[in-house]
């Protein structure tokens, strides 16, 4: 058996769709954290943004370029947080790669994506030139 969003891809169990294709689908979260809270995903699964192959990747953004505006006008919100728990540690409860886009109103009492790592660290310039040059290398 797929995961819980595959099973709702194959249609054995119902959710809110909101757009669909040949490789993508957005569908409304069933606890919402907002108005308006959605999920975007990729047909086929992959537990992490890791896994997705190039091709996968672009329709995936493409789906979330078209989402994120009609998502904000259908529930009248001032912004939205747009983002991936990609991974366990990340918080990623559902291990199929999917797209939060969460309407944000003034005075939410939300705050920003800058709060969700813990405490930041405090790196020398010679460490950030280090990481900086590591992850260029993989590239
Ligand atoms: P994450 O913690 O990033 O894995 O988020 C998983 C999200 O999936 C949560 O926001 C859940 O509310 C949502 N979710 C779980 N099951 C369903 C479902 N059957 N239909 C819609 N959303 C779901």
Redesign the pocket.
């Known amino acids: 058996m797929g995961t819980?969003?595959t099973?709702?891809v194959e249609g054995e169990?119902p959710?809110r769709i909101v757009y669909e294709d040949e490789t993508t689908v957005a569908?409304?979260?069933?606890?919402?954290?907002a108005p308006g809270?959605t999920?975007v995903i990729p047909k086929a699964e992959y537990e992490r943004l890791n896994d997705v192959p190039d091709d996968v990747a672009t329709d995936l953004y493409a789906t979330i370029h078209r989402m994120v505006p009609a998502v904000e006008e259908a529930v009248d919100a001032d912004a939205s947080t747009v983002a991936?728990?990609n991974g366990e540690e990340a918080?990623?409860?559902?291990p199929h790669v999917?797209c939060?886009i969460v309407p944000r109103f003034e005075g939410d009492g939300g705050g920003p994506i800058h709060g969700v790592a813990g405490e930041a660290p405090d790196l020398a310039d010679d460490e950030l030139d280090d990481i900086a040059a590591d992850i260029e290398s993989r590239i």
């Open positions: 819980i969003f099973q709702i169990i959710a569908f409304l979260d069933a606890n919402p954290l809270h999920l991936f728990n918080g990623q409860e559902v999917h939060h």
